[in-house]
């Protein structure tokens, strides 16, 4: 049984988000975006990308997307072995899904880049080898252990658990994955938005998801 009620504010829209919530002690925050054109995706909206950056509680990006219909939800989980992320498994865990429905854990691998004219020295391309080899190692390490944190928290519900690595940048990987998987909602860590200097940057993969995202995105905080 839910509890709804309305209220109006004569201030920033954004700011009167985000003071409500920290008055209230809201454990997730849901906005729209501006629209789900190329343009307006990497806008994102002002009302909704300053709730995300400042708000200090979970932020949910709605966006009316009906995914592909090839199961009841489609739920994507980027995953960095951060506490962010590990913090985004478990809401997903603890969240009600349809029957049926299927998680994917995707880590993406940013292999080590060098300049290309230094691997044609074999002690270098050695070296380089050697770093992507682990970087691709502790990459599956991730998506292992996330996979079986996330089947201790389901339980036994009837859900499709599958776990992916792919190489490249984790801001452009998590996007064109959850298009070509059908995902519902996209879902990550806060990761980058731990002090006010990272959230004027804005460089986070959670930030850069969330505008180019064709679906829904819930960057979650613990």
Known sequence: LWK???EG???SPAWAVIKKAEEWGADLVVVGSQGRSALSRLI???VSQKVLTEASTSVHVGRLNPGTGKSAERILIGVDGSTGALAAVRAVAKRHWTEGSEIR???ADDVFRSNPIWLLIPPVKEF???VRAEERTQAEQFAIAAA?????G?????LTVSSLVQTGDPKQVLVKHAEEFGADCIFTGATGFSNRLERVILGSVSAAVAARAHCSVEVVRS
């Open 44 to 46: 994102l909206g002002s």
């Open 105 to 107: 854990i995707v880590v």
């Open 154 to 158: 389901l339980g036994s519900r009837d």
């Open 4 to 6: 709804v009620d309305a």
């Open 9 to 11: 504010y004569g201030e």
């Open 128 to 130: 380089v080898d050697e």
């Open 148 to 152: 079986k944190e996330l089947r201790e």
